[in-house]
């Protein structure tokens, strides 16, 4: 089945480790967006790519950094110098052109103690 | 002020009960989507409009471009609509989204 997989579904780590969060699609989209969803807040942007080995900041990208070396791929590492980390991540794509439709993945709760 | 606001944030329903979301925004806008959010945290897509009504099933979205207004409305509730309903507008090629409604329907 086509879909977007994100892993690990939870995650827990200590202050100061960097941590990633994979994101893996088979939907053929050229579009790939992180999300962070905080209680109480609308999802704010993270960092997004439109195409292989190309990749934008978003709103909030401090503290995170994203690669994209694959079609299906885009992982996004959470570092040490991410002020606040503990959020709810979510993973986006969209087909390209003008299909402005966005599908998501089930997301990955961080929490770091 | 944010761009996208929504109301209530909490909603309590009766099932069968007729349940109406808002959404105002304050920034022109391209498209307008409706998301649902389940209790794991996915997100699906309801409806993707910019003018007019849409209907799927018991689910219906409208808006009002002038007003810069649109609804949610879903007919004869059920416990399995419970979950987090989120507004997100367009403009160019920046997404904003609303905080949420929290809709809880009970049996």
């Known amino acids: 089945d086509g879909g977007i997989t994100q892993s690990p579904k939870y995650l827990f780590r200590k202050e100061g480790q960097n941590v990633t969060l994979s994101c893996e699609q088979n939907l053929n989209h050229d579009a790939m967006y992180w999300y962070r969803q905080d209680p109480g807040q609308g999802l704010r942007l993270i960092y997004y790519?439109?195409?292989?080995?190309?990749?934008q900041k978003g709103d909030i990208a401090e503290g995170y950094s994203v690669s994209r070396e694959k079609k299906e791929s885009f992982p996004l590492t959470v570092t040490s110098a991410q002020k606040n980390p503990t959020a709810f991540y979510l993973c986006?794509?969209?087909?390209?052109?003008?299909?402005?439709?966005?599908?998501f993945g089930e997301g990955s709760r961080l929490t770091v103690l | 002020k944010n761009e996208v606001e929504q109301s209530p944030q909490n909603l309590t329903a009766q099932e069968g009960e007729f349940i109406t979301i808002n959404c105002s925004y304050s920034?022109?806008?391209?498209?307008l989507h409706w998301l649902q959010q389940h209790p794991g945290g996915g997100i699906v897509s309801l409806f993707m409009l910019s003018s007019g009504k849409k209907k799927h099933g018991r689910l219906i979205a409208t808006i009002n471009i002038q007003e810069k207004h649109s609804s949610l409305h879903i007919t004869a509730s059920h416990p399995r609509d419970s979950a987090v309903y989120i507004c997100a507008v367009r403009g160019g090629n920046k997404l904003v989204f609303g905080a949420g409604t929290i809709l809880r329907v009970k049996s």
């Open positions: 986006a794509t969209r087909w390209g052109g003008a299909s402005p439709e966005l599908f």
């Open positions: 920034v022109g806008i391209s498209a």
């Open positions: 790519s439109q195409i292989v080995n190309d990749f």
